[in-house]
């Protein structure tokens, strides 16, 4: 049996190797989740306004336009959860912070990532982060320890690729302050159709689970007393969306939402500034029926730093 | 956890570890607790509806072995065995409907629990052990430990094969005996098995897929090859997942039983189905079609047809609720039947004729394999009305949407040349090595070639399969 064991690792010591090798390479290649901690790290000192939420705040608010040195550290998908972890981890790290911007959406208090349509993006968390996933059964997947196994052997070989070549792999134009925007994107006008909004509520409604409310009502609260403590303003943001989709939105969920944040922008002294149906934005401000375009999001980002810059501004 | 990921890799090298440090019972205490722990990560209270089954067949056992009346123990099994197969259907049932009316369509947590996995598995193992018992063919088991462990145990539970209770204890009891080379055997039949899943079936699966959603976006020339790709990639996946089952078994001791033997090769629908997923159609011989027949002997071979028939309507229903699966089942059926009812004559007519006798080598595996792609088809589809469908646009000039009948859009199929390419040749690999592992000499041949050869061997199985793996497939026999 010694000898079998003997061979055994013999026979496993290349390919660990190989593993490891490749587990490294993996690693330097940069994605949305490392390169905002990097970016966060290098203007720790400077940031005075932090932006936390999904892809509707990521795309949404250009850090630039607004007054101060603000950072945009939102991301596609990201849900209360993490959104609270990632304050918790981040607020304690900037001496100059003022205001943190929560982007507050639709789905916001009925999704969870591990229930969503992208569990993956859990695993960048706890990677890039150290933010653990909810469940214990997620804490225990490969994905959270290696990065071979949570890019796959394509995300891997795509990876090796652009490194053979040089060439940095990053899988979205992001700005030095954490804003998405691409220089040209040709709008789809299918996008912001009927059908494009309905494609994307049906999505949102197959993810929506009622009974996450209560959980993500929790993060929110934490969120809102970490900052109280540490005197922090506190702003909730819903971004527009057009027509197509807020004509689909489910009333009852919406107003539910709606009910909360203003509930805690009462407990907590906070803001609710929501601009979800907003006259000032038309089809051309869009990218698809519930995120804005670069244009829409400069536009947004200018109104939104008007609104910040008047206290008393609640409920625009 | 299924057996592709990478958390079973350690779960499997920890358990292994811990079982080959424990001796005596303990060993089959780790077996167990690995067993419920591998079950546990699928659903919980599917583990304790295991549990619970468990314990009342212990007891049902004892008390067959311990009542004097034969007429009781008669009305005892008969209840037992309803019993057992009520809680089959009423799952299998359940879990449709859930699935159909509660989540239109798509499964979550609450038709994982109507629906246990590997439920069709250990109930017919549990099935089989009262009946053994009943015979008086195996002991009862006394070891609550063993028995739980039978059906539980974890290589076999999720997709078979449905191992014999006497194979199994007599194997248990010799745990302690456990030879290094089986750990070898066992490793190289899960790196074979893993190369039938990832690198011959999910090359072809997302073809496969496309073909049955939407058979009237395709030409008759692209659904037959949807079909020959589904039995190719049905047998590819099951055994695959059967050799990652022998051979996680073997790393524990217990030699599980062989499911497949070359079914393509087979010269007649009989033969194909003493080759094709044999565990479950020797399990069904045994415990329906042998009693049936019995029973039924006098009525000659209307009794001989009517037992053929509801077994092999038993073999399609066993996979689900489903008309397609009866349907499939009834198919299969009248092969069977045809086949049985002419195959003397048959042999008598071609031993006259020589010449054609040869013929009749290479044409009857092609007959039987393509009366099984045509079975396979109805197997593979959604609905009776679905399978319809493919079959009519499978005849040239059928086809509504005016597609030529030649045509071949791999960008429609889902495929690329790469991927077709890998799967035919690993699909020729495959066989070939079903076919040389059964022969001794090219066994002694593989074994005389120097060790770094095979390692090197093994080696590229790896790479290829490290390079096809996908993140989303499962194994088709795991739903069942």
């Known amino acids: ?316 | 956890m299924s057996f592709l990921s990478p958390e079973f890799a350690v779960f499997l090298a920890l358990g292994a570890l811990a079982f080959h440090f424990a001796r005596g019972v303990c060993r089959r205490l780790v077996l167990l607790l690995l067993s419920y722990a591998f079950y546990l990560t699928w659903n919980p209270r599917a583990a304790l509806l295991l549990l619970g089954i468990t314990v009342a067949v212990y007891f049902v056992a004892g008390a067959l072995e311990k009542l004097s009346s034969a007429r009781k123990k008669l009305v005892l099994l008969l209840l037992s065995v309803a019993v057992l197969l009520l809680l089959l259907i009423f799952f299998k049932c359940a879990g449709l409907l859930a699935r159909h009316y509660l989540t239109g369509g798509a499964g979550n947590a609450l038709t994982d629990i109507i629906a246990p996995i590997g439920l069709s598995y250990y109930l017919f193992k549990l099935m089989g052990y009262l009946l053994d018992v009943y015979w008086e063919k195996i002991p009862v088991q006394r070891n609550f430990l063993s028995l739980a462990l039978y059906p539980s145990f974890f290589p076999q539970i999720m997709s078979g094969p449905i191992q014999r209770a006497g194979d199994f204890f007599g194997q248990l009891a010799q745990l302690d005996n456990q030879l290094p080379d089986n750990i070898v055997i066992g490793l190289r039949r899960i790196l074979f098995g893993l190369f039938k899943k990832v690198v011959v079936a999910d090359h072809i699966s997302g073809m496969v897929d496309a073909v049955h959603a939407n058979p009237d976006g395709f030409s008759p020339l692209e659904l037959l090859f949807g079909a020959y790709c589904f039995a190719f990639q049905i047998y590819a996946d099951f055994s695959g997942v059967t050799d990652i089952a022998i051979g996680i078994g073997l790393l524990f001791g217990i030699k599980g039983p062989e499911n497949f033997n070359l079914p393509f090769w087979a010269r007649n629908i009989q033969e194909f189905w003493r080759r094709w997923h044999m565990s479950l159609t020797s399990w069904l011989t045994d415990y329906l079609f042998m009693p049936l027949r019995f029973s039924l002997r006098r009525f000659g071979e209307a009794g001989l047809c009517a037992a053929i028939f509801v077994t092999m309507i038993a073999v399609g229903v066993w996979h689900g609720p489903r008309m397609t699966y009866a349907v499939f089942g009834a198919l299969n059926g009248l092969y069977m039947a045809v086949s049985a009812l002419t195959l003397k004559k048959r042999n008598t007519w071609f031993q006259k004729r020589p010449l054609l006798a040869h013929v009749r080598m290479v044409a009857g595996p092609l007959l039987t394999f393509h009366l099984m792609v045509f079975a396979l088809v109805i197997f593979r589809a959604d609905t009776l009305h679905s399978a319809c469908q493919y079959v009519t646009h499978l005849i040239p000039g059928l086809q509504s949407a005016g597609i030529s009948t030649l045509r071949f859009d791999r960008g429609l199929l889902h495929t690329r040349q790469i991927a077709l390419l890998l799967a035919a040749l690993g699909f020729a690999a495959m066989e070939w090595v079903n076919w040389a592992g059964r022969q001794n000499t090219w066994t002694a041949r593989f074994y005389s070639v120097p060790c770094f050869v095979r390692w090197a061997a093994y080696y590229i199985l790896i790479i290829l399969i490290a390079c096809s793996a996908q993140e989303t497939r499962t194994f088709i026999y795991a739903q069942f």
């Open chain 1, 1 to 316: 049996m010694i000898r079998l064991v003997r061979r055994l690792l013999l026979f496993c010591l290349p390919l660990l190797l190989v593993w490891a090798a490749l587990e490294y390479r993996a690693r330097q290649v940069p994605n949305s989740y490392s390169i905002k901690r990097r970016q966060v790290e290098s203007l720790a000192n400077d940031i005075d306004t932090l932006i936390i939420g999904s892809s509707s705040g990521y795309y949404g608010i250009v850090p630039k336009r607004l007054s101060g040195v603000a950072y945009n550290l939102a991301d596609a998908g990201e849900t209360l959860y993490y959104n609270d972890a990632l304050a918790a981890k981040v607020v304690p790290m900037l001496p100059k912070l003022k205001r943190v911007v929560v982007q507050i959406q639709y789905i916001s208090l009925y999704m969870s990532v591990e229930d969503g349509p992208e569990p993956w993006r859990m695993y960048y968390y706890q990677q890039e982060w150290a933010i653990p996933p909810v469940r214990l059964k997620d804490r225990l997947d490969a994905r959270v320890f290696s990065r071979v196994a949570l890019n796959g052997p394509a995300g891997i070989g795509k990876s090796l690729a652009g490194l053979i070549h040089s060439q940095p792999y990053v899988p979205d134009p992001i700005d030095d302050r954490g804003w998405w925007g691409p220089a040209n994107e040709e709008i789809d006008p299918a996008a912001i159709g009927p059908a494009g909004a309905k494609a994307t509520l049906d999505r949102h409604h197959q993810y929506m689970i009622p009974a996450l409310e209560a959980r993500n009502i929790a993060y929110l609260e934490h969120t809102a007393s970490l900052l109280r403590d540490r005197r922090i303003e506190l702003v909730f943001v819903t971004l527009p969306v057009w027509r197509t989709y807020s004509d689909g939105m489910n009333k009852d969920s919406w107003a539910r939402t709606q009910t909360v944040v203003d509930e805690l922008c009462k407990k907590y002294n906070a803001r609710y500034l929501s601009y979800l149906t907003s006259p000032n934005f038309g089809a051309e401000d869009f990218k698809d029926a519930d995120h804005l375009n670069p244009q829409g999001a400069v536009k947004f980002t200018e109104l939104l730093d008007a609104a910040l810059a008047h206290p008393g501004t609640n409920r625009p």
